[in-house]
């Protein structure tokens, strides 16, 4: 380290200077005293979880099959399946939130609204195989009511819709996020805006 710091402090400072530091920290990390007291246990067999096996050791030719057998299942069954019930849920949500978007005001439309979004979410959510329990229903709010959930992403979004339909406040996206942002505005009274424009933000206070 001292050779290396000798090296540098006669010249100017350069930016790939950095890349010498950051190599040394990570070998501080890497190779520290701690980890260096500890060896890892040898496997009588293959516990299907290790990744680095010199030269194929103990491997056993059953569990190979196993894993071979759960390859297929995740990524020949499981995978097309979810895709494909992905692909169903939100393109019912699309046309479908278009579709009760077209319709006037009403009690009718606010029912369709709500039984299109909680269809189209449960479906999506089995597309992750959610297995989705909640507690203490009695203190979700009610019709009005407001619910105040931070930082959530589309995968908290969902798991929300599928116990009921919320009028939502949140960053407008563009791509395919955007595309299914504009077609449930269009049944539901949610509120998209850009975080970043000032003139936006007093909109949504206003609204």
Not at 52 to 66: A, D, E, G, K, W
Not at 99 to 118: A, F, I, M, T, Y
Request: net charge positive; hydrophobic share 40%; aromatic share 8%.
């Amino acid at each position: 380290m001292e050779k290396g710091l000798s090296g540098l402090r006669g010249r100017d400072f350069e930016l790939s200077d950095v890349f010498y530091f950051s190599k040394k920290g990570l070998e501080a990390i890497v190779e520290d005293e701690v980890t260096q007291r500890f060896s890892s246990e040898e496997l009588v067999s293959w516990n299907l979880l290790t990744r680095t096996n010199i030269n194929f050791q103990y491997i056993s030719p059953r569990l190979t099959m196993v894993w071979v057998l759960g390859v297929i299942v995740r990524y020949c069954v499981l995978l097309p399946l979810r895709v494909t019930l992905a692909f169903i849920g939100i393109s019912l949500l699309v046309i479908g939130t278009t579709l009760v978007g077209q319709l006037p005001d009403s009690r009718l439309k606010n029912w369709l609204s709500e039984l299109v979004h909680l269809t189209c979410c449960r479906i999506c959510v089995r597309s992750l195989s959610g297995t989705i329990h909640y507690h203490n229903k009695q203190y979700r709010p009610q019709k009005g009511g407001i619910c105040v959930a931070n930082h959530t992403s589309p995968i908290d979004v969902l798991i929300l819709t599928t116990d009921g339909c919320y009028a939502m406040v949140g960053q407008v996206h563009g791509g395919l996020m955007g595309i299914i942002q504009r077609a449930m505005v269009k049944a539901c009274p949610h509120v998209w805006f850009e975080r970043s424009e000032m003139k936006d933000r007093h909109l949504v206070t206003k609204r």
